[in-house]
């Protein structure tokens, strides 16, 4: 990082990324700041270098929209104010993914508990930032309808049997990952009957558990509560 001196003040040129995340996907908008650091209460004037443009941006933020590989490579600024000349910053590497990530869902069971729910994790593997879209569907030949939207937290809570999926979003204007693949969850529902029986003057109760994927019949358990 070089510097100068303002009296006794030293006064540093600096590039930064805006976003919390590092990991940078093809696709993506992004913004690099040029911060000066010890020059405050002047007004600058700002130049930068950067990989493959012959007319970089003469303001403090150098915006990048659907940024591509061909981005990637060293970005340098300096600031000028009035008789000041800052040193060039030191150079800062952007690395521009060439793949477009995917979403993961995971459920912690397969099986609705009657009367209960299941939790579903959505994640993005490697990187951060993310917030979540989160889509529920009938049957394999219905279309997908949005249950949730920029949901800052990963993991749901669901009690309704289908299948799911999720991506994640990031950014302005949002950058989305590829759509995860579906996961199945399959509804358990109860049904209680009574055979009454004088055996031994003991009455004898039968319980019928019947698993259901959203309304369709798979298969009948049978247990009995003598």
């Given at each position: 990082m070089f510097n100068t001196l303002v009296g006794k003040v030293r006064v540093l040129a600096a590039v930064t990324l805006q976003h919390s995340w590092s990991q940078i996907f093809t696709g993506e908008t992004?913004?690099?700041?040029?911060?000066?650091?010890g020059g405050e209460g002047k007004v600058?004037?700002?130049?930068?270098?950067?990989?493959?443009?012959?007319?970089?941006?003469?303001?403090?933020?150098?915006?990048?929209?659907?940024?591509?590989?061909?981005?990637?490579?060293d970005y340098r600024c300096r600031g000028s104010s009035d008789y000041l000349l800052t040193g060039w910053s030191d150079d800062f590497r952007l690395?521009?993914?060439?793949?477009?990530?995917?979403?993961?869902?995971?459920?912690?069971?397969?099986?609705?508990?009657?009367?209960?729910?299941?939790t579903l994790?959505?994640?993005?593997?490697g990187s951060a930032g993310w917030k979540f879209d989160w889509f529920r569907r009938d049957s394999v030949s219905?279309?997908?309808?949005?249950?949730?939207?920029?949901?800052?937290?990963?993991?749901?809570?669901?009690?309704?049997?289908?299948?799911?999926?999720?991506?994640?979003?990031?950014?302005?204007?949002v950058y989305y990952t590829?759509?995860?693949s579906d996961v199945t969850v399959t509804?358990?529902?109860?049904?209680y009957y009574f055979i009454s029986a004088r055996l031994r003057d003991v009455m004898l109760c039968s319980v019928l558990t019947i698993l259901f994927n959203n309304g369709e019949?798979?298969?009948?358990?049978?247990?009995?509560?003598?």
């Open positions: 992004i913004t690099l700041r040029c911060e000066i650091q600058w004037k700002y130049e930068w270098t950067a990989p493959n443009t012959n007319s970089p941006p003469t303001s403090s933020e150098y915006r990048i929209s659907r940024v591509s590989v061909s981005h990637s490579g690395t521009v993914s060439s793949s477009k990530p995917r979403a993961t869902l995971t459920a912690q069971s397969s099986v609705i508990p009657a009367g209960g729910s299941v994790s959505c994640s993005v593997e219905s279309t997908a309808q949005l249950m949730r939207a920029n949901e800052a937290n990963r993991v749901i809570s669901v009690s309704q049997g289908g299948l799911y999926h999720c991506r994640g979003g990031r950014g302005d204007p590829e759509d995860s509804e358990t529902r109860e049904f019949f798979i298969k009948p358990e049978m247990r009995d509560n003598s």
